[in-house]
Each structure stands twice: as structure tokens, then as C-alpha cells.
């Protein structure tokens, strides 16, 4: 138990489907991330949640909507993807920002493979 | 601003030689390092973090590296390496009072008989 659950763990879906990855940390943190890791590229962040606000988009395109109900869940709702949207998706959490920040770093879950055919 | 630089893509060594996966940053203001290891599938772990205290941190599964300001370096370091060792290794660092860890692009350490 890595204290951040993503499921599913393999998802494909369709061009035209909707779907939603979802992630929960049961560690008190109050900061969590959206990742992308495609095959031979740098892990993208994508999304920033501090507080349960968004604070950080990095110019990720509208099919990927980002959702935080709350400080312990984090989704991420996908439609019309398209086959380069394939990759690792990658959850994590931290305690958050200002003088005692995040000095252990994140917790990522285990990630979403989607694939999108 | 902060940045991380990995050298080597892909590191090959034999089973029982050292493992050295080198990592310079970039910041500002006096950073928090961090290695995370990724096996195939997996999310990352956090090998260890250096938080301003000993400059030499010892981390999970035998490895440990080193603060080395002057040289502004973050070099990981195994004496022995072992078949359960090969995996993705990435180096991040955090500066400053956000949230923001900023990652390296990561080493593809390899082990062989």
C-alpha cells in the first residue's frame, strides 16, 4: 500500500468514450498532481490541486478535465482522446507549499496505462 | 528558476560492480534533492532526499548519495549493484516555497551477468 490508489490500472478506450481516472491518498497530504509519461519523453505535469484549487494547468488540451472534490481524491475525466494521448498516467500527492513544503517529496500511485485505440 | 540534468540516458553495469547515476542541478536558493526509482508499469519511489542536513543520505535498497555544493551535484551511488537494481532512476528538485518538484529526465540503469 503506497498511500495514493489509482484505478483502473489499464484502461482502453475509444476515440469517441468518455472515461475518468481516479486517485485517492489516504496520507493527510494537501497538494496532488496529474502526470503524463509517454515512452521515451520526461514526465509532463499536467494538473497542480493545492487546497483543492486548481493552481497549475500546463497548456493541457480540453479533453483532459481535471476534477478535486475533495483534499483526499483527484480525478481525471477524459473524452475524444486521441491515440497519442497513449501513455502512463501518474497520480501523486505532497504536503503543501511555504517554509515546510513538500521536504518528502511526492507520493505517486501506481499509474493508469491507457491505452487509446 | 530550478532545473535537473541527468547525464546518460542508459547506464550498463555488471551485477556486483558500482552503480553511479549522476545528476547536477540548477537553483537559486538552497534546494531539497530528491531519487525516485521506476520499475516497468510502476509508479515512482522515493529512493531518498536531501533536506539540508547531511550531505551524504543514505536511501532504500543500499543506495545513498551525496550534497555536493560546490559542484552542485546529486550523484546516486551503489557499491554493488544487483539484477533487481535495473530500473528507470529519476532525480527531481525542489526550491523555493511552492510545491513544484521539478524532474530530471531520467537514467535507464541496466544490470548484466
Known amino acids: 500500500e503506497t498511500g495514493v490508489t489509482q484505478t483502473p490500472r489499464h484502461l482502453v478506450m475509444g476515440m469517441t468514450n468518455k472515461k475518468s481516472l481516479k486517485c485517492e491518498q489516504h496520507?493527510?497530504?494537501?497538494?496532488m498532481y496529474w502526470y503524463k509519461q509517454s515512452a521515451k519523453k520526461p514526465l509532463e505535469l499536467m494538473f497542480v490541486?493545492?487546497?483543492?484549487?486548481?493552481?497549475e494547468n500546463n497548456s493541457v488540451p480540453s479533453r483532459f478535465s481535471p476534477e478535486c472534490p475533495n483534499s483526499s481524491h483527484l480525478f481525471l475525466h477524459l473524452h475524444t482522446l486521441q491515440p497519442e494521448d497513449s501513455a502512463l498516467y501518474l497520480c501523486?500527492?505532497?504536503?503543501?507549499?511555504?517554509?515546510?513544503?513538500?521536504?518528502?517529496?511526492?507520493?505517486f500511485g501506481s499509474g493508469t496505462r491507457l491505452t487509446v485505440v | 528558476a530550478q532545473s535537473v540534468t541527468q547525464l546518460g540516458s542508459h547506464v550498463s553495469v555488471s551485477e556486483g560492480a558500482l552503480v553511479l547515476l549522476r545528476c547536477n542541478y540548477s537553483?537559486?536558493?538552497?534546494?531539497?534533492l530528491f531519487w525516485y526509482v521506476q520499475y516497468p508499469n510502476q509508479g515512482l519511489q522515493l529512493l531518498l532526499k536531501?533536506?539540508?542536513?547531511?550531505?551524504l543520505v543514505k536511501g532504500i535498497n543500499g543506495f545513498e548519495a551525496e550534497f555536493k555544493k560546490s559542484e552542485t551535484s546529486f550523484h546516486l551511488t551503489k557499491p554493488s549493484a544487483h539484477m533487481s537494481d535495473a530500473a528507470e532512476y529519476f532525480c527531481?528538485?525542489?526550491?523555493?516555497?511552492?510545491?513544484?518538484?521539478?524532474f530530471g529526465t531520467g537514467t535507464q540503469l541496466k544490470v548484466e551477468l
Open positions: 501523486a500527492s505532497s504536503q503543501g507549499s511555504g517554509t515546510g513544503g513538500p521536504r518528502n517529496g511526492y507520493t
Open positions: 496520507l493527510g497530504h494537501n497538494a
Open positions: 490541486y493545492s487546497l483543492e484549487e486548481r493552481v
Open positions: 537553483s537559486s536558493v538552497p534546494p531539497y
Open positions: 536531501y533536506t539540508s542536513a547531511a550531505t
Open positions: 527531481a528538485v525542489r526550491a523555493g516555497g511552492g510545491n513544484k518538484l521539478t
